[in-house]
T-cell receptor, first 112, second 114 residues
Framework: NAGVTQTPKFRVLKTGQSMTLLCAQD?????MYWYRQDPGMGLRLIHY???????AKGEVPDGYNVSRLKKQNFLLGLESAAPSQTSVYFCASRQGPLYEQYFGPGTRLTVT | KQEVTQIPAALSVPEGENLVLNCSFTDSAIYNLQWFRQDPGKGLTSLLL?????REQTSGRLNASLDKSSGRSTLYIAASQPGDSATYLCAVRRSGGGADGLTFGKGTHLIIQP
């Protein structure tokens, strides 16, 4: 039981490049989330999903897109990376709104 | 808009002391509150989850309380150990409509001196 895993762990992009971050969970959770963590800002919600095939915007969705084609996977895409997207990205999941949220180990992204 | 504040931002205490970390939130309409710890360069580890109908939760040396009406929660750590050194984060999930997900405080950076 690996819990929540994220791929890759580190990435450096040039401004304007695109990439996809992959989150996978093996706990059969319905809800999945993407957050970013920045110094002095705390963790902020980017997008989330309440089930396979659904996505919704969080607090800071601009510049990101997501997809949840399979229940166990939640993908975060950056179409045209900007230096302001330099951050640590965390994926999380939980069974439902009254349950604990479990986090992955994070992806450290640098955009130059 | 929900705002979560954690005080103090940093705390350094000798090993063995009991300590209290504070969390306050502006909107009392919450489903639950969750405490996490985060080690440097790592993800978040869930410590305790308190539902809005509960007053406290305990796990080992940790005890978390919730006073929803006043918008406050505390995390009590008994007999602190150097291994407790980490950043502790408090987060709330709002109830009712609107976006799902947690709203986080900025954390308390805790150092336990051996």
């Amino acid at each position: 039981n690996a819990g929540v895993t994220q791929t890759p762990k580190f990435r450096v992009l040039k401004t304007g490049q695109s990439m996809t971050l992959l989150c996978a969970q093996d706990m059969n959770h319905e809800y999945m989330y993407w957050y970013r963590q920045d110094p002095g800002m705390g963790l902020r919600l980017i997008h989330y999903s309440v089930g396979e095939g659904t996505t919704a915007k969080g607090e800071v969705p601009d510049g990101y897109n997501v997809s949840r084609l399979k229940k166990q996977n939640f993908l975060l895409g950056l179409e045209s990376a900007a230096p302001s997207q330099t951050s640590v990205y965390f994926c999380a999941s939980r069974q439902g709104p009254l349950y604990e949220q479990y986090f992955g180990p994070g992806t450290r992204l640098t955009v130059t | 808009k929900q705002e979560v504040t954690q005080i103090p931002a940093a705390l350094s205490v000798p090993e063995g002391e009991n300590l209290v970390l504070n969390c306050s939130f502006t909107d009392s309409a919450i489903y639950n509150l969750q405490w996490f710890r985060q080690d440097p360069g790592k993800g978040l580890t869930s410590l305790l989850l308190i539902q809005s109908s509960q007053r406290e939760q305990t796990s080992g040396r940790l005890n978390a309380s919730l006073d929803k009406s006043s918008g406050r929660s505390t995390l009590y750590i008994a007999a602190s150990q150097p291994g407790d050194s980490a950043t502790y984060l408090c987060a709330v999930r709002r109830s009712g409509g609107g976006a799902d997900g947690l709203t986080f405080g900025k954390g308390t950076h805790l150092i336990i001196q051996p």
